[in-house]
């Protein structure tokens, strides 16, 4: 068995850029009248996504690498960032640019690699103040979860609004393809 020597954060960096691959998989036929399509009960495509991309900028930009958010230096694709909270109504009432938000979901990956490509393991135990929306106060490792898993949840919830839709939720692989 090879043994691995990454650090705790170099296999979080590696997490990252998966669960990325996997969300942009399932987001690569939504078309901005699916993204706006309103289901009963959980917010619209374009909720979940605008919140789990802002969520993502806010934990990694601002919390733990003390920088601007990525939205601050770029077309996010709307005004107002959506809410903690209660981003079905943002999504139904804001204008937004769908083109111009899935742009800059990318450049908020990028930015999360780049900061896990030079952050150490002492970040996994960096004080972190989430006050602001109810946490309180959290190490490094617990606010690191709570972006990856804000991604992995709101992805389940974007493909279950696709299969609504007739449409595939996640992506399917090339081998679970060919053995169909």
Known sequence: MKQ?????????RFMFEQMHGYLEGTMQDVTDSIARFEPEGPAPILGQYAHLVTGEDWFINVKLANQAPVMMRTNPGFQTPPPPTGWDVWARTEE???EALRAYALQVYEATDAFLATADD?????PIDLTEVGMGHVNGAAA???AFVNIALHTGEISAIKGINGLVGYPVSEAVEAAA
Do not use: G, I, K
């Open 122 to 126: 002492s970040l996994l135990d960096q």
């Open 96 to 98: 937004t640019n769908w």
């Open 4 to 12: 691995n020597n990454r650090s705790a954060v170099e296999n979080l």
């Open 144 to 146: 690191l979860f709570l």
